[in-house]
Nanobody, 123 residues
Framework: QVQLVESGGGLVQPGGSLRLSCAAS????????MGWFRQAPGKQREFVAA????????YYADSVKGRFTISRDSAKNRVYLQMNSLKPEDTAVYYC????????????????WGQGTQVTVSS
């Protein structure tokens, strides 16, 4: 069984930074894609960033490109989302997700999900 556990969320002021961490366990993730998604109140879950576990190829939503960086530490089975220059519109519950195979932007394609971590950007 795959388990994904997010951490690192919290309250931050606009312009601030947070680093989210996703601890992945249950199997080796070679050949998997790891993604970050977010869901704000009253909105659909949306793609934020993704990375291929083996090759490290990264993908970003236009709304976060240049501000967020996804990375992974294969030895620790962790995926990170470094979030800089945070804006109030970044406020959401952030979820780590994974699927076997390539990256998709639609969350319906991901099989495994963490429980989410709240990120609130406010003055």
């Amino acid at each position: 069984q795959v388990q994904l556990v997010e951490s690192g969320g919290g309250l931050v002021q606009p312009g601030g930074s947070l680093r989210l961490s996703c601890a992945a366990s249950g199997r080796t993730f070679s050949g998997y894609s790891m993604g970050w998604f977010r869901q704000a109140p009253g909105k659909q879950r949306e793609f934020v960033a993704a990375i291929s576990w083996s090759g490290g190829t990264t993908y970003y939503a236009d709304s976060v490109k240049g501000r967020f960086t996804i990375s992974r530490d294969s030895a620790k089975n962790r995926v990170y989302l470094q979030m800089n220059s945070l804006k109030p519109e970044d406020t959401a519950v952030y979820y780590c997700a994974t699927r076997y195979g390539g990256v998709y932007y639609d969350p319906v394609n991901y099989n495994y999900w963490g429980q989410g971590t709240q990120v609130t950007v406010s003055s």
